[in-house]
């Protein structure tokens, strides 16, 4: 079993700045690629950000790049997503979730992720 846990969000206004972190106990961490999905309201699950097991390929949705960036600290069991330039499309939910794929590679599929944190509200105000 392998607990989430999701902390960093707020509200915040456009251009502004959230680091939100995702720390992890239980099964070993450095096995399990991590993903980084939100939800809006009406809207469906999209995932924003992946990184695989060892850190070194990441994922992110097209609308965040340049601006999102995933990251994992091994020896702290936690994976970041510092999200600089934020804009109101991004509010939404965001979940942090785990999986492992054999391949160490990321899992780009809601169902690919066996364990979901409970989720983080993130507003941004225009």
């Known amino acids: 079993q392998v607990q989430l846990v999701e902390s960093g969000g707020g509200l915040v206004q456009a251009g502004d700045s959230l680091r939100l972190s995702c720390a992890t106990s239980g099964q070993t961490f450095s096995i399990l690629s991590v993903g980084w999905f939100r939800q809006a309201p009406g809207k469906e699950r999209e995932l924003v950000a992946a990184v695989n097991r060892n850190g070194d390929n990441t994922y992110y949705l097209d609308s965040v790049k340049g601006r999102f960036t995933i990251s994992r600290d091994n020896t702290k069991r936690t994976v970041f997503l510092q999200m600089n330039s934020l804009k109101p499309e991004d509010s939404a939910v965001y979940y942090c979730?785990?999986?492992?794929?054999?391949?160490?590679?990321?899992?780009?599929?809601?169902?690919?992720?066996?364990?979901w944190g409970q989720g983080i509200q993130v507003t941004v105000s225009s």
């Open positions: 979730a785990a999986g492992i794929n054999i391949y160490g590679a990321i899992i780009r599929v809601a169902s690919g992720y066996i364990y």
